[in-house]
């Protein structure tokens, strides 16, 4: 019977000793490494597609449970807003409660001969403008005007009236 002899095309002693059998053998060896690296890396991007469809399908579902939360809520979160719209307005109203008890307490405290022509308020300030027969009117409102509810009460512009001739016109800044 005869022997299977294997027949090698590329002798190996004469294909080592030359210069292109050495490159055509590196280049081969290192292709197959660059080969056999690539296809894991393509394996590892094929198999991570599946990890990934999951924590999108999971993200999916989270934001249309939260979505539909959100929507539950709304009548309460527009109940709430209206609650803290009335809340501010009650609190304006307050606050121009405080302001009527502060323009009664000036207008109690004008003598009879000073009659006042304009009460401007600001924020923590109040200017009163108006005119008298008598400088000790004037300074009898200021004085009255230094008590309890006031910081502070003092005479500024002072001078005679153009409309009414004995007149004085006056201007005092109050703040509370």
């Given at each position: 019977?005869?022997?299977?002899?294997?027949?090698n095309?590329?002798?190996?002693?004469?294909?080592?000793?030359?210069?292109?059998?050495?490159?055509?053998?590196?280049?081969?060896?290192?292709?197959?490494?660059?080969?056999?690296?690539?296809?894991?890396?393509?394996?590892?991007?094929?198999?991570?597609?599946?990890?990934?469809?999951?924590?999108n399908?999971?993200?999916?579902?989270?934001?249309?449970?939260?979505?539909?939360?959100?929507?539950?809520?709304?009548?309460?979160?527009?109940?709430?807003?209206?609650?803290?719209?009335?809340?501010?307005?009650?609190?304006?109203?307050?606050?121009?409660?405080?302001?009527?008890?502060?323009?009664?307490?000036?207008?109690?405290?004008?003598?009879?001969?000073?009659?006042?022509?304009?009460?401007?308020?600001?924020?923590?300030?109040?200017?009163?403008?108006?005119?008298?027969?008598?400088?000790?009117?004037?300074?009898?409102?200021?004085?009255?005007?230094?008590?309890?509810?006031?910081?502070?009460?003092?005479l500024?512009?002072?001078?005679?009236?153009?409309?009414?001739?004995?007149?004085?016109?006056?201007?005092?800044?109050?703040?509370?």
């Amino acid at each position: 019977m005869p022997k299977n002899k294997a027949i090698n095309l590329l002798p190996l002693e004469e294909f080592n000793a030359s210069t292109a059998g050495r490159v055509l053998r590196w280049a081969t060896g290192t292709f197959r490494v660059i080969v056999i690296v690539t296809e894991m890396v393509v394996m590892a991007a094929f198999l991570s597609r599946f990890w990934l469809d999951a924590q999108n399908s999971a993200l999916n579902n989270s934001i249309k449970a939260k979505s539909a939360q959100i929507l539950a809520q709304a009548d309460l979160e527009k109940q709430f807003r209206g609650t803290q719209a009335k809340l501010s307005i009650f609190n304006k109203i307050a606050q121009s409660n405080k302001t009527s008890s502060l323009i009664e307490k000036i207008t109690s405290s004008v003598p009879g001969t000073v009659t006042l022509s304009r009460i401007s308020l600001t924020r923590g300030a109040i200017e009163v403008r108006g005119s008298s027969l008598s400088d000790y009117d004037i300074s009898r409102l200021v004085v009255n005007l230094q008590g309890a509810p006031f910081k502070s009460a003092e005479l500024g512009q002072v001078g005679s009236s153009e409309k009414n001739t004995g007149e004085i016109d006056f201007v005092i800044n109050i703040k509370y």
